[in-house]
């Protein structure tokens, strides 16, 4: 009898793992929230203005993002748009950084400056860029937002600068943190004129921005819950041996503790801004 030869069961043939179905998703369709990990649907996030659907988290916007955001349609016009850095210190593979995050950004450095209306208030407007090298301050950088305070101040126009930097730009040494000084003289002049600077500070805004013209806005917003703070939290607590409180150097930290005017949603800044630029209106020239 042969009754142990027939096989008694089935043998499915398994695709290797190349051949396997991948379902395909069409590139940059989707993105995670890097807060509550939910796969957000790019399209749906764009029209929450970049705001998570799911736990309100704030993803980092560009300059041209936040100035679409902010700026009547067709109202901007940029200033010094191809002014790009050279290496002043000579430092190794800047150069190269520097072109891959122009690529990167779709900036020639971290911020873009221009005059805009908005709701039909003139202003000038700087928006730093978190994707160019960390927004970090460079002569560029530096420079072009000096320029448009003294632009500003010569047209007696407010002033709009939105932070976001990871502070001064170690490639260009010395050079980064005299802009702290050069920018804030400028942004003095600007306020011996009695004109309007306010300050919006978003996620991150730390270092010699912090330490200068981020804190010297006549009014001072920020985003929920952006990072704001000079020194990074190890080297406090490094320095001063002590722990610091969970939610320091949070915006709404520093609100309570009144280095910050107010905290603005995302999606009621520009009203915010056109309510105070109408209120404080002054005669351009
Ligand atoms: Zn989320």
Not at 23 to 44: F, Q, R
Not at 77 to 86: G, I, L, Q, R
Not at 252 to 257: A, I, P, T, V
Request: with cysteine.
């Amino acid at each position: 009898m042969q009754i142990f030869k027939k096989k008694q069961y089935g043998v499915i043939n398994l695709p290797k793992e190349e051949e396997k179905d991948i379902p395909v998703v069409p590139e940059g369709s989707w993105v995670k929230c890097n807060k509550c990990g939910k796969i957000l649907y790019k399209k749906s996030l764009e029209e929450n203005l970049n705001v998570c659907t799911n736990c309100n988290h704030y993803f980092r916007l560009g300059s041209y993002e936040r100035l679409a955001l902010i700026c009547d349609k067709g109202s901007f016009k940029e200033f010094n748009k191809d002014m790009a850095t050279k290496n002043p210190m000579n430092f190794p593979n800047y150069e190269e950084k520097i072109k891959a995050n122009q690529e990167k950004s779709g900036n020639m450095e971290a911020v873009v400056t221009g005059e805009c209306e908005i709701g039909g208030n003139r202003a000038i407007i700087a928006v730093m860029d978190s994707n160019f090298l960390m927004g970090s301050m460079g002569t560029v950088v530096g420079e072009k937002i000096t320029l448009a305070v003294e632009e500003s101040t010569r047209r007696k126009l407010p002033i709009i600068i939105f932070t976001a930097s990871g502070g001064a730009r170690m490639q260009e040494g010395i050079l980064s943190l005299m802009q702290m000084a050069k920018i804030s003289s400028a942004l003095a002049k600007h306020n011996e004129e009695g004109l309007l600077y306010i300050s919006v500070l978003t996620d991150p805004t730390t270092g010699g921005v912090t330490a200068s013209f981020a804190m010297l806005g006549d009014i001072i917003l920020s985003e929920p819950k952006a990072l704001i703070g000079f020194a990074g939290r190890r080297v406090i607590e490094g320095t001063i041996k002590e722990k610091l409180p969970e939610d320091f150097q949070s915006a709404e930290f520093l609100l309570e503790h009144g280095f910050v005017d107010n905290i603005i949603e995302r999606k009621d800044l520009k009203t915010v801004l056109s309510t105070l630029l109408k209120l404080h209106k002054s005669k351009e020239v």
